[in-house]
Nanobody, 124 residues
Framework: QVQLVESGGGLVQAGGSLRLSCAFSGRTFSKYAMGWFRQAPGKEREFVAGIGWRGVSQYYADSVKGRFTISRENAKNTAFLQMNSLKPEDAAVYYC?????????????????WGQGTQVTVSS
């Protein structure tokens, strides 16, 4: 059974940066695409970024392109989301998710395993 644990959330001022981590265990990490999603209060969960299992394909929501970077380190069984130039509208609970042999697409139903989330708060 895959387990995902997010960390790195917190409170940051607008314009600041945070780096989220997603620790993966239970299966072979290198065979899984990883995605980051977020959910703000009163809104539906939305795709943020994804990286394919080979680490080659990467996808981003238009709202974060140029500011966020997804990456993975197979040796550490960990995926990352580097978030720069944060805006108040980026505030949400951020979730990582895993999709076996996936491309890192935006389609939430592809992701079978999900973490519990980490809160990101951005003050204006």
């Amino acid at each position: 059974q895959v387990q995902l644990v997010e960390s790195g959330g917190g409170l940051v001022q607008a314009g600041g940066s945070l780096r989220l981590s997603c620790a993966f265990s239970g299966r072979t990490f290198s065979k899984y695409a990883m995605g980051w999603f977020r959910q703000a209060p009163g809104k539906e969960r939305e795709f943020v970024a994804g990286i394919g299992w080979r680490g080659v394909s990467q996808y981003y929501a238009d709202s974060v392109k140029g500011r966020f970077t997804i990456s993975r380190e197979n040796a550490k069984n960990t995926a990352f989301l580097q978030m720069n130039s944060l805006k108040p509208e980026d505030a949400a609970v951020y979730y990582c998710a895993a999709d076996v042999l996936g491309s890192g697409s935006y389609y939430q139903a592809n992701y079978k395993y999900w973490g519990q989330g980490t809160q990101v708060t951005v003050s204006s």
